[in-house]
T-cell receptor
Framework: GAGVSQTPSNKVTEKGKYVELRCDPI?????LYWYRQSLGQGPEFLIY????????DSGLPNDRFFAVRPEGSVSTLKIQRTERGDSAVYLC?????????????FGSGTRLTVV | GQQLNQSPQSMFIQEGEDVSMNCTSS?????WLWYKQDPGEGPVLLIA?????ELTSNGRLTAQFGITRKDSFLNISASIPSDVGIYFC?????????????FGKGTKLSVKP
């Protein structure tokens, strides 16, 4: 597609449930990034993929968070046993390679609300 | 760790006025990036700066990479209503990978027509 597509755009879930957030990057972009943006804050880095492998997962807050990119294109961010503090907008971005000029394109995000 | 501090936190200006905002850090950055985020959208890159002292323009926007490498400025001339949004500075976390950007908390710009 023309841009980075994220689905769903909104997700409401109950505390303790499992959720999956999907990111479809720009075709041909080998690098993919997940960020989390809480209300009134800037985006915070979660994980970076180069191809199928996670090049840097140092931003994942704990082991309830996991992300995969099995074929080097679509990525899924998975959150187990959700907590109210996980409520945020989850942003995905992609770029050609691991772009040294930081030419990322962000998607519109998934707004996750844990009630 | 590295942190970016943006000021002002918010601005209310009249259409046609010039705007100036800045971003500072206690540590050195070798790249400064300025993004704009509209409600319900992801951030969009406006300007990227790669060299200390660099001054770069993008239409009515001008950004500068501070000589100390610990600050950057963004100016918007002759503001228009579509300039409304949140402006973020960002830079790479050199403790992390190439994919890891640190963002400031943003400057929220409101423009009165």
């Amino acid at each position: 597609g023309a841009g980075v597509s994220q689905t769903p755009s909104n997700k409401v879930t109950e505390k303790g449930k499992y959720v999956e957030l999907r990111c479809d990057p720009i075709s041909g972009h080998t690098a993919l990034y997940w960020y989390r943006q809480s209300l009134g804050q800037g985006p915070e880095f979660l994980i970076y993929f180069q191809g199928t492998g996670a090049a840097d997962d140092s931003g994942l807050p704990n082991d309830r968070f996991f992300a995969v990119r099995p074929e080097g294109s679509v990525s899924t961010l998975k959150i187990q046993r959700t907590e109210r503090g996980d409520s945020a907008v989850y942003l995905c971005a992609s770029s050609l390679r691991g772009s040294s000029n930081y030419g990322y394109t962000f998607g519109s995000g998934t707004r996750l609300t844990v009630v | 760790g590295q942190q970016l501090n943006q000021s002002p936190q918010s601005m209310f200006i009249q259409e046609g006025e010039d705007v100036s905002m800045n971003c500072t850090s206690s540590s050195i950055f070798n790249t400064w990036l300025w993004y704009k985020q509209d409600p319900g959208e992801g951030p969009v890159l406006l300007i990227a700066l790669y060299k200390a002292g660099e001054l770069t323009s993008n239409g009515r926007l001008t950004a500068q990479f501070g000589i100390t490498r610990k600050d950057s400025f963004l100016n918007i001339s002759a503001s228009i209503p579509s300039d409304v949004g949140i402006y973020f500075c960002a830079g790479p976390d050199y403790g992390g990978s190439q994919g890891n950007l640190i963002f400031g908390k943003g400057t929220k710009l409101s423009v009165k027509p």
